[in-house]
């Protein structure tokens, strides 16, 4: 069935340093890969996402990447501050049904 | 716009009760999924539905009943609660159209003992 893996499970940064999250998909009919943040007894939210037409997507400090060859999708944080402390979490759906599959999450702390 | 409601937020249930985890967005989204959050395994979905009337299984669906009558509301039903379903769940909703982007509701927390 389809999958999502996620890489590291944890990752500990200090502040101004880069955080990177990898994520690989089974499903090659995905085309829509979304990354949530999730802060300790809240709710996921969508930080950034990126479709399959697209191979690169920026928003601030933060960016996605995406190879669809490979089925690797990463996100990428620069500049971290503390309060880029959670839980995040890649996913691999198709827009046509918007089911989503997510990954394990990633717990990143950075370190003031 | 009230967004992504559900209720209750705690429930503790004994084994073998069922009960409703109620789900509702007032956006007129047509997308609604259910998932389920425990520690370490991330978000599994339960079950979506891409419109009223049209549902569909996810990665975990066994034990979950659910419905969509109308745009507005997505209903879970736990038919014989157990022990493995001590989690914590999460309603979704997604315009599917122009974004795909889900809007997750504030999670119910359930134990069952």
């Known amino acids: 069935g389809e999958n999502v893996e996620q890489h590291p499970s944890t990752l500990s940064v200090q502040e101004g340093d880069s955080a990177v999250i990898k994520c690989t998909y089974s499903?090659?009919?995905?085309?829509?890969f979304p990354w949530y943040k999730q802060e300790l007894g809240k709710r996921p939210q969508l930080i950034i996402d990126i479709r399959s037409n697209v191979g690169e997507k920026k928003d601030q400090r933060i960016a996605v990447t995406l190879n669809k060859t490979a089925k690797h999708f990463s996100l990428h944080i620069t500049e971290t501050q503390p309060e880029d402390s959670a839980v995040y979490f890649c996913?691999?759906?198709?827009?046509?049904?918007?089911?989503?599959?997510f990954g394990t999450g990633t717990l990143l702390a950075v370190q003031p | 716009n009230a967004g992504v409601t559900q209720t209750p937020k705690f429930q503790v249930l004994k084994t073998g009760q069922s009960m409703t985890l109620q789900c509702a967005q007032d956006m007129n989204h047509e997308y609604m999924s259910w998932y389920r959050q425990d520690p370490g395994m991330g978000l599994r979905l339960i079950h979506y539905?891409?419109?009223?009337?049209?549902?569909d299984q996810g990665e975990v669906p066994n034990g979950y009943n659910v419905s969509r009558s109308t745009t507005e509301d997505f209903p879970l039903r736990l038919l014989s609660a157990a022990p493995s379903q001590t989690s914590v769940y999460f309603c979704a909703s997604s315009p599917g159209v122009l974004t795909y982007e889900q809007y997750f509701g504030p999670g119910t927390r359930l134990t069952v003992t």
């Open positions: 996913a691999a759906g198709t827009g046509a049904t918007n089911k989503l599959i």
């Open positions: 499903d090659s009919a995905s085309n829509y």
């Open positions: 539905s891409v419109g009223a009337g049209i549902t």
